[in-house]
């Protein structure tokens, strides 16, 4: 990389622990949201998740938040449903990322957590999964108790930036989707890496040491 990264952004589900049956989970869920939050039937339902890639991992699948008013659910309904519903894993076979990486990461870089999951979802999943949040300097995501509008992953670059008065050229973003997780970074001029599972971050994380 041309310029020294000082801040390392991770996204969480997908990212942080990689599950060979997250992606049923995912469209399980998925399905059960569009048919509790609309008038579709189970037919309908499993065309939207096909056009709009809810049924693919990485960068074909986009955010259910902000597409869902396209197939008829509304935007308040949504962020009221997922306040108490969400995706769970197969916590005693998923594979985490390296917490001692981590730990030796978090003493030569800033390393965050941006998601769009709620904060204490976060929580309880790393929880079951043994990933070690003390590693994380801060977690930004929505909370349950919050009302307003959720900021944009865009948005929460520009703040983090901001907060650590760091440009956005030194910022890294590592993520399973391009699209949401890594593209509105490099739109500011910050750096992206997508990967595929927990062996990528590990690998990741290890080069990022012997800078």
Aim: charged share 30%.
């Amino acid at each position: 990389m041309k310029n020294k990264v000082k801040i390392i952004v991770f996204d969480f589900d997908e990212t942080l622990y990689y599950s060979e049956t997250a992606l049923d989970s995912y469209i399980m869920f998925i399905k059960k949201s569009i048919l509790d939050l609309s008038n579709h039937t189970e037919n309908e339902a499993d065309e939207i998740i096909n056009e709009y890639g809810f049924n693919s991992r990485g960068e074909n699948r986009v955010s259910f938040g902000k597409n869902c008013e396209k197939f008829g659910v509304k935007k308040s309904d949504w962020e009221e449903y997922k306040k108490d519903h969400f995706f769970e894993v197969d916590y005693n076979n998923a594979k985490i990322i390296d917490n001692n990486l981590i730990n030796k990461l978090s003493k030569k870089y800033i390393c965050l957590i941006l998601s769009n999951e709620l904060y204490e979802n976060i929580e309880y999943k790393a929880k079951k999964l043994g990933i070690k949040l003390k590693n994380f300097q801060k977690i930004y995501a929505p909370r349950k108790n919050f009302n307003g509008k959720c900021p944009s992953k865009k948005e929460t670059y520009i703040k983090i930036s901001q907060e650590y008065a760091v440009p956005f050229n030194e910022i890294l973003a590592i993520g399973d989707r391009y699209q949401v997780d890594i593209k509105p970074l490099e739109e500011l001029g910050g750096t992206g890496i997508q990967i595929s599972n927990t062996d990528d971050v590990n690998k990741i994380i290890v080069e990022l040491l012997q800078q």
